[in-house]
């Protein structure tokens, strides 16, 4: 018989392919022509619109929205890609509850935003629909860079970069170009296997080379790309997980929820990715929110997200964390795991409270127990693999003004560098910055 | 609730509302829904001469403008007369009129410009029992064509001879409908007033192409690739209805006579500054053909809470309030001051204020580093347009300048007197009238 919500264990296969399906379709959506028009028929078109200025890309947002209103949602996608040329997946997964619909007038005035997110969705999935390229290759320059990180970051820098006629090599130590595109962001969010065709679409510009499975530090070297390249781009991410030191972290079905939420990204048939009975999840940003709802449309009985400070210390956002809650997520804040309970398998945690102190956080000495058979830590990525050689700052690659690093000849972005937030469109920004400065630099 | 029932030159209804001779009103079924729906009158659907009735287009026949959320704004018809036998429509008039007595049934009526046309079909009209008529003088589009219609009613002579021989062989009231395809309406008006007409109606359709097909180049609507201008309609010429009203109104020489007002009447709002600038009663086409006959019951129930609210008490006391303050742009003012007021709770910061004064207008609005927008009254000459612009309504408005306060643009106080451009210095005939 078929697993159920009630099968103890970690099992695959707990709802019925209908189940599946619902659970896991398009999150948001899109606008049809009508609801378009009657969407962007709320803006405003304000002056120096704040949204505009929210926007990590500076999307000039008023006006793609009036080409939409007038019945030109392709005018309306180009106006979108010249700054943001991932302006497809930044309209799935921009948090815009935190950027520009935040600052929207008529979020400040009645609640309601005017929804660009979706808007600008409209628009470039018309584009994209009609099938094409919008941007024409500056003549060939004859200069090569090298970008390691098929991310956002390297994406953008990289289409920029041919876009001025130079070429580029894109190198990424996967089997797929995207970044977390491909293997992170929530299923739920960008279906229909968008990350790949948004890379194929972005690599009609020409002049740019992938080539996937080479590792930096493995396969290639920096010393090696700086001396046959006439500039180089690092935008590797941010591969490494933090642990949570404590005892018995290996024991089975305890997992880091990268792994768990690219595994599924992955997965061809849904059905045969094993989730828990009673899941827990440590952390209280985007990955633990994308891993604990996803545990839920998997067929989780109880999904617990625990963050050890307040709610409003989450770095997910409100939107999210309704989310989340909406989907049956139960969020406990104030409280860190101290001990693993379970032989061979996990059953349940140990938890103490914490308080805020001037002195920081502190735990009460107070516990809990949570049964848990399968638990998922995403209590953040760090840096790993930088070359050496480069400044660091803090934990990631020191970088000044437009991605410049400590090295002559290398610039980095997107997650791997310091500075910005760490997100999707934050990183298409430092990419785009940077491949305008390599380019100003090797044409002088 | 106010008593709506409305006398209009000497025909008696309910209430002001009144269907246009136009789809709606085109036949004994829909008539008599429109009746049991509310509606105060109808004018029948325009009547043609004896024999073979005319053909309409077999293809689409409007074209439409739309505002946010495919809002009607504005439509427009190259429909014609009555496509149906004229025997037909006569008896079904008189078979409502006498099912309905108390509702006010007009016959809209287009025959050749000539006597014996006239006086066939008037004595038929009659024996309908309908309330009046109403002469078409309005239609744009291919009656026109045919020396009717607005052929007829942008040349004044005409009209005065045909209402002439309308009020010989007809006894009821004579009702001309005008069309505003013309450059002065007070011509068209004095003619039919002079002619006897015991009242007019305006406004008809205004000639117009409401877009092009950029795929095929063809006007819409298209019949096969082509398209003729067809009469427009509906909220979108309402402001050029009521100003033709107000004209008629004021005009020494056509004082007094009634105003049926037509054109975008939507919402008993609208039927309310109809009658305010001069009308006595209103019809309505377009509103009921996007809506359905169901409108005249929020107009009805509108009007009459207005004027309870007000303590007006009948529709005729209303017909006219504000004729008398529609003048002429010199005898305006010019003491009058106002500066625009940003109410800083109610702004949302969009900036439109700021754009459309500093881009557009007298640059009089102060944008700060936090978006806060302040007007500079030194700068603000009130030309208003920042309310307009502005998305919330009450946010900016205009404040009157005490008399005595300082003019900062001027640097004058304001005086108490009244003073308008016939007075003016700069103005070389007043100075040339002293
Ligand atoms: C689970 C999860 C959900 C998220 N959801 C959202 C969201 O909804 N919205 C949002 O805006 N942001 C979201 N983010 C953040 C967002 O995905 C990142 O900020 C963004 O992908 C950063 O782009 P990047 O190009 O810097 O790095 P990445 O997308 O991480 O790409 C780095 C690339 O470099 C490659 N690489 C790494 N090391 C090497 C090496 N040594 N050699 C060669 N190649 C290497 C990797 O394979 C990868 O392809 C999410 C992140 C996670 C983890
Ligand atoms: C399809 C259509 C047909 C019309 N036919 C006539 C007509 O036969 N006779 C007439 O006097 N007016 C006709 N009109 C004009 C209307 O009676 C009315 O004057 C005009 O539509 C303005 O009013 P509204 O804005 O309420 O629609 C017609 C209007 C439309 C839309
Ligand atoms: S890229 Fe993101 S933040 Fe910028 S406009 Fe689009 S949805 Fe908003």
């Known amino acids: 018989m078929r697993n159920s919500h009630l099968t103890p264990g970690v099992v695959p296969g707990r709802l019925s392919p209908d189940d599946y399906h619902d659970n896991f379709s398009d999150k948001a959506p899109p606008f049809d022509a009508h609801e378009a028009a009657v969407a962007a028929d709320r803006c405003y078109f304000c002056h120096d619109a704040p949204c505009m200025t929210a926007c990590p890309t500076t999307i000039d947002i008023p006006l793609f929205i009036r080409e939409i209103q007038t019945g030109q949602p392709k005018a309306a996608a180009r106006t979108i890609l010249e700054q943001n040329i991932l302006g497809g997946m930044c309209a799935r997964v921009c948090p815009t509850e935190q950027l520009c619909e935040e600052v929207c007038v008529r979020e400040v005035a009645e609640g309601k935003p005017v929804e660009i997110g979706r808007l600008q969705r409209f628009a470039t999935d018309a584009l994209m629909a009609a099938g094409g390229h919008p941007f024409a290759r500056a003549p060939e320059t004859g200069k090569r860079i090298a970008i390691v990180g098929a991310g956002p970051a390297g994406l953008s820098c990289a289409h920029r970069l041919a876009m001025h006629g130079h070429d580029v090599v894109l190198y990424d130590a996967r089997a797929k170009p995207g970044g977390l595109n491909e293997y992170g962001i929530a299923a739920y969010k960008t279906v229909n296997d968008f990350a790949q065709a948004e890379v194929a679409w972005l690599m009609g510009i020409g002049g740019i080379t992938i080539e996937t499975g080479k590792a930096l530090g493995r396969d290639l070297h920096l010393d090696t790309l700086r001396g046959t390249f006439d500039a180089v781009f690092l935008a590797i991410g941010l591969a490494g997980v933090n642990a949570l030191r404590i005892d018995g972290e290996e024991t089975t079905h305890i997992r880091d929820a990268v792994d768990f939420i690219s595994e599924l990204r992955q997965a061809g048939d849904l059905s045969k990715i094993a989730v828990g009975r009673d899941v827990v999840v440590i952390g209280g940003g985007m990955t633990a929110v994308d891993a604990a709802v996803q545990s839920k449309l998997l067929g989780a009985e109880h999904v617990t997200m625990v963050y050890r400070r307040g709610r409003e210390r989450m770095s997910a956002s409100e939107h999210e964390q309704d989310h989340a809650a909406s989907k049956g997520v139960r969020i406990i804040t104030g409280a860190v795991p101290v001990r693993f309970i379970g032989k061979d398998a996990l059953e349940a945690i140990e938890f103490r409270y914490t308080e805020e102190t001037p002195d920081g956080l502190r735990e009460t000495g107070q516990t809990f127990r949570l049964k848990a058979d399968q638990l998922f830590k995403a209590i953040g990525q760090s840096l790993d693999g930088a070359p050496q050689g480069l400044d660091l700052c803090g934990r990631k690659i020191a970088v000044t003004g437009p991605g410049r690093t400590s090295l002559p000849n290398v610039w980095a972005g997107g997650d791997c560098a310091s500075g910005g937030d760490d997100l999707t469109v934050t990183a298409v920004a430092e990419g785009r910055d940077a491949a305008e400065d390599i380019h100003a630099q090797l044409m002088v | ?434």
């Not at chain 2, 074209?63 to 946010?68: D, F, K, N, Q, S």
């Not at chain 2, 007829?152 to 045909?162: A, C, D, F, R, S």
């Not at chain 2, 109610?346 to 459309?356: E, P, Q």
């Open chain 2, 1 to 434: 609730m106010a008593d709506l029932t409305t006398e209009f030159a000497g025909i008696t209804s309910p209430n002001p509302f009144w269907l246009a001779s136009a789809p709606p009103t085109d036949k004994e079924y829909n008539v008599r829904r429109a009746f049991e729906a509310g509606w105060g009158g109808v004018v029948w659907k325009t009547l043609g001469a004896e024999g073979p009735p005319v053909v309409n287009v077999n293809g689409p026949r409007y074209g439409a403008v739309w505002g946010a959320d495919r809002r009607l704004l504005g439509l427009n018809n190259i429909e014609l007369i009555t496509d149906r036998p004229l025997e037909t429509n006569l008896e079904e008039m008189a078979r409502v009129k006498a099912d309905y007595p108390d509702r006010a049934l007009i016959a809209s009526i287009m025959v050749p410009c000539e006597e014996a046309a006239w006086k066939a079909i008037l004595p038929r009209v009659a024996e309908t029992g309908a309330d009046g008529i109403e002469l078409n003088f309005g239609c744009p589009h291919g009656m026109s064509e045919r020396g009717m219609g607005s052929a007829v009613g942008q040349v004044p002579e005409y009209i005065e001879m045909v209402t002439r021989w309308c009020k010989e062989y007809y006894d009821k009231p004579v009702i001309v409908k005008l069309t505003p395809n013309i450059t002065d309406i007070r011509y068209p008006a004095r003619a039919a007033h002079n002619g006897g007409a015991d009242a007019v109606s305006l406004i008809n359709t205004v000639s117009s192409i409401t877009s092009v097909n950029l795929d095929t180049m063809s006007p819409e609507p298209s019949i096969d690739g082509k398209g003729s201008h067809g009469g427009y309609c509906g909220p979108a010429v309402k402001p050029i209805a009521l100003n033709m009203v107000a004209e008629i109104a004021r005009d020494p020489e056509t004082a007094g006579l009634p105003i049926s007002g037509i054109g975008g009447v939507t919402t008993w709002r609208d039927a309310a500054e109809f009658l305010a600038l001069g009308a006595g009663n209103v019809q309505v086409c377009t509103a009921a053909m996007t809506y359905g006959f169901k409108v005249v019951q929020e107009m009805a129930a509108g009007l009459s809470q207005w004027m309870d609210d007000k303590g007006y008490k009948s529709v005729a006391e209303v017909t006219g309030l504000a004729t008398p303050n529609v003048t002429d742009w010199q005898y305006l003012n010019l003491n009058f001051i106002t500066k625009a007021e940003i109410d800083q709770d109610a702004c949302i910061k969009c900036g439109r204020c700021y754009a459309a004064c500093e881009d557009t207008s007298h640059q009089a609005i102060a944008m700060s580093a936090d978006r806060t927008f302040t007007v500079k009254d030194e700068e603000c000459v009130a030309c208003n347009l920042c309310v307009n612009v502005c998305p919330v309504e009450g946010c900016i408005t205009m404040r009157e300048l005490p008399t005595g306060e300082t003019d900062p643009r001027t640097g004058k106080p304001v005086q108490d007197d009244y003073a308008n451009w016939t007075m003016h210095p700069n103005n070389p005939s007043a100075q040339a009238a002293e």
